[in-house]
């Protein structure tokens, strides 16, 4: 069975596995967005996120209309490549400053499963932080 649902959020993917970036309107989705996109992030979709749940897993994908297209703030609606489908790996909260330096596992419920939650940080490593989660996880420690 699917379960489908459509999040104000935006969405950058590396090597398979995606991000989902969670906030208010100007709390910095798309810039975030832009920033791992720099560090070698592949866009998945940005203002509208669409999410589809399948055997235990949540796929993040772009509704047809805004495929390809990032919103930088001040400058205009830019392209980008785009990635196809991708498994949702983790998602980040713009709305909540993480006060502790070894903050506990969080866990945010999207369609039935429970995905790890980043929240804000305005660190300077803040971006290559999410990008080195992305690429290799949490450590059991």
Known sequence: MKISDTLHATCVAWNGRAVVIRGAS????SALALTLMAFGC???ADDR???EAQNGMVYA???QSILGMVEARG?????AE???PTEVACVVDLDHIETERLPPRRCFPLLGCDLPLIYRSDAPHF???ILQALKAGWSDQ
């Open 127 to 129: 971006a290559p932080a």
């Open 61 to 63: 994908y772009c509704p």
């Open 42 to 44: 592949t866009l998945v």
């Open 26 to 29: 100007g709390s910095g989705k």
């Open 49 to 51: 996120v669409r999410l």
């Open 75 to 79: 400058i205009g609606i830019l392209n």
């Open 82 to 84: 785009y990635a196809p």
